[in-house]
């Protein structure tokens, strides 16, 4: 199923982002409206797959305070008036990295606990910088300047015990405290828990402070004005391989299609060309992403590889899952992110 919607909603981007590029102006704030809200239903899937399964953290970099601002709305949306949200963010913080998905699933899981109902939660930032003798003695951290996000949890005076049964104060807060620390932990950080009267909680998430942004020195690049590379486009759906396939044609790259493995190595044999990359999903029919791309290899040395998938927590070959979760784009992604994708990939 997630694979499913996954690509349904890439279908659905994908079109949209391909009129857009023909558009007149007049035409462009209604494919525009379209994209907005296909996004907003591309990150309400998931947040659903997130919170069911387990998955690899995969840390990025992160504006923490546009990051919080957005989460504390999806706060308000699933809790209400049964929660009070206050935030108070340093307007100088830096960018942190960390995984956003598992991050968000945490400060929800906080709100949506049954414990919780009735409480008011306090979601802040700061800047600070902590030397050697600031951090605790064997504490896989180092000395520098950090952004802590500090979330406290207390039970309003009028609020009464939630009737339908829940787990323990002192479990659900190990609970809470064992997913910061790993996702902490992942991004080079550390988590601070402290305990309060009565419920009260409140965790001081240490992440290393990534510094300013610099600007994409990367010089322009355009297939239009270079030798054409040559992209072999493997993909059981015709919704997601098709639109995928006129917008780089588009661009100028030279196009070969193929549903599916076999389809694909025939291609291959009757193209007189070198192939120069490989965009594959990971889960087909007769044939997977791998096996495809293990085949291809054998007449291509020099081909690159960029998996697609919908859901990387399938049940495959471990080698197989662990390759596409460190390289495939995951779907639904936008045809511009395809591109980039592909000028990294070849430019190695």
Same mark, same amino acid.
């Given at each position: 199923?997630?694979?499913?919607? #996954? #690509?349904?909603?890439?279908?659905?981007?994908?079109?949209?982002?391909?009129?857009?590029?023909?558009?007149?102006?007049?035409?462009?704030?209604?494919?525009?409206?379209?994209l907005?809200?296909?996004?907003?239903?591309?990150?309400?899937?998931?947040?659903?797959?997130?919170?069911?399964r387990?998955?690899?953290?995969?840390?990025?970099?992160?504006?923490l305070?546009?990051?919080?601002?957005?989460?504390?709305?999806?706060?308000?949306?699933?809790?209400?008036e049964q929660?009070?949200?206050?935030?108070?963010?340093?307007?100088?913080?830096?960018?942190?990295?960390?995984?956003?998905?598992?991050?968000?699933?945490w400060?929800?899981?906080?709100?949506?606990?049954?414990?919780?109902?009735?409480? #008011?939660?306090?979601?802040?930032?700061?800047?600070t910088?902590?030397?050697a003798?600031?951090?605790?003695?064997?504490?896989?951290a180092?000395?520098?300047?950090?952004?802590?996000l500090?979330v406290?949890?207390?039970?309003?005076?009028?609020?009464e015990?939630?009737?339908?049964?829940?787990?323990?104060?002192?479990?659900?807060s190990?609970?809470?405290s064992?997913?910061?620390?790993?996702?902490?932990?992942e991004?080079?950080?550390?988590?601070?828990?402290?305990?309060?009267?009565?419920?009260?909680?409140?965790?001081?998430?240490?992440?290393?402070?990534?510094?300013?942004?610099e600007?994409?020195?990367?010089?322009?690049?355009?297939p239009?004005?270079?030798?054409?590379?040559?992209?072999?486009?493997? %993909?059981?759906?015709?919704?997601?391989?098709?639109?995928?396939?006129?917008?780089?044609?588009?661009?100028g790259?030279?196009?070969?299609?193929?549903?599916?493995?076999? %389809?694909?190595?025939l291609?291959?044999l009757?193209?007189?060309?070198?192939?120069?990359l490989?965009?594959?999903?990971?889960?087909?029919?007769?044939?997977?992403?791998h096996?495809?791309?293990?085949?291809?290899?054998?007449m291509?040395?020099?081909?690159?590889?960029l998996?697609?998938?919908?859901?990387?927590?399938?049940?495959?070959?471990?080698?197989i899952?662990?390759?596409?979760r460190?390289?495939?784009?995951?779907?639904?992604?936008?045809?511009?992110?395809l591109?980039?994708?592909?000028?990294?990939?070849? %430019?190695?």
């Amino acid at each position: 199923m997630a694979n499913q919607l #996954n #690509n349904i909603m890439m279908a659905v981007t994908s079109e949209a982002e391909l009129e857009l590029k023909k558009a007149t102006p007049a035409a462009r704030p209604g494919l525009e409206h379209i994209l907005s809200n296909a996004a907003r239903a591309t990150s309400l899937i998931q947040k659903l797959l997130a919170f069911s399964r387990k998955r690899t953290l995969a840390p990025r970099p992160v504006r923490l305070n546009s990051f919080l601002t957005q989460t504390s709305g999806w706060i308000h949306q699933l809790c209400g008036e049964q929660m009070e949200v206050t935030l108070y963010f340093d307007p100088e913080v830096q960018r942190v990295k960390a995984d956003q998905v598992d991050l968000e699933r945490w400060l929800l899981g906080l709100a949506l606990d049954p414990a919780a109902t009735g409480s #008011n939660i306090l979601i802040a930032t700061q800047s600070t910088i902590l030397g050697a003798e600031q951090l605790a003695p064997g504490q896989d951290a180092s000395p520098g300047r950090y952004v802590v996000l500090e979330v406290e949890v207390s039970r309003a005076k009028h609020a009464e015990e939630p009737e339908c049964p829940h787990v323990p104060a002192e479990e659900s807060s190990v609970a809470a405290s064992t997913g910061i620390e790993a996702i902490a932990r992942e991004a080079g950080g550390f988590v601070r828990v402290s305990e309060g009267p009565g419920s009260r909680r409140c965790f001081k998430v240490y992440f290393p402070a990534l510094g300013a942004e610099e600007a994409d020195e990367r010089a322009p690049w355009s297939p239009k004005t270079t030798p054409s590379a040559t992209i072999l486009i493997v %993909e059981d759906d015709d919704a997601v391989r098709k639109p995928a396939a006129e917008f780089l044609k588009m661009e100028g790259f030279k196009i070969l299609q193929a549903r599916t493995g076999p %389809e694909a190595l025939l291609v291959a044999l009757r193209n007189r060309s070198a192939l120069d990359l490989l965009i594959t999903d990971v889960v087909m029919p007769q044939m997977t992403g791998h096996e495809v791309a293990a085949k291809l290899l054998e007449m291509h040395p020099d081909l690159k590889v960029l998996y697609m998938s919908g859901d990387t927590n399938q049940t495959l070959p471990g080698q197989i899952v662990e390759e596409a979760r460190h390289t495939a784009l995951l779907k639904p992604f936008s045809l511009n992110t395809l591109y980039e994708r592909i000028r990294e990939v070849l %430019e190695k």
